[in-house]
């Protein structure tokens, strides 16, 4: 069993930054692939960005790319760095974490997920 907790969402100015944490507890952390998705109101939740077993392979959803950036470090900690923030980045950003090494882009295909984190950008 895996328990992912998330932080470090809140209020921004539209072009700013903020920085997600999500600390994971339960069995090996190293075996799991990461994940964040984000689900605005009234859409469906969809794919971030997501990081391998050992951090080195990333992939991003086309609408973030350049823009965040996801990475993990040797403890429990995976991390989101979101910049040039829009309106549109407005979301409840999920940690989510599954067994394997394939970078996946399916919310199916991940067991386990933090309760979610609140982002709101303001123009």
């Known amino acids: 069993q895996v328990q992912l907790v998330e932080s470090g969402g809140g209020l921004v100015q539209a072009g700013g930054s903020l920085r997600l944490s999500c600390a994971a507890s339960?069995?090996?952390?190293?075996?799991?692939?990461m994940a964040w998705f984000r689900q605005a109101p009234g859409k469906e939740r969809e794919f971030v960005a997501g990081t391998g077993r050992f951090g080195t392979s990333t992939l991003y959803a086309d609408s973030v790319k350049g823009r965040f950036t996801i990475s993990r470090d040797n403890t429990r900690n995976t991390f989101l760095q979101m910049n040039s923030l829009t309106a549109e980045d407005t979301a409840v950003y999920f940690c989510a974490a599954r067994v394997g090494t394939n970078l996946v882009t399916s919310t199916r295909d991940y067991a386990w997920w933090g309760q979610g984190t609140q982002v709101t950008v303001t123009s």
């Open positions: 339960g069995r090996t952390f190293g075996n799991y692939a």
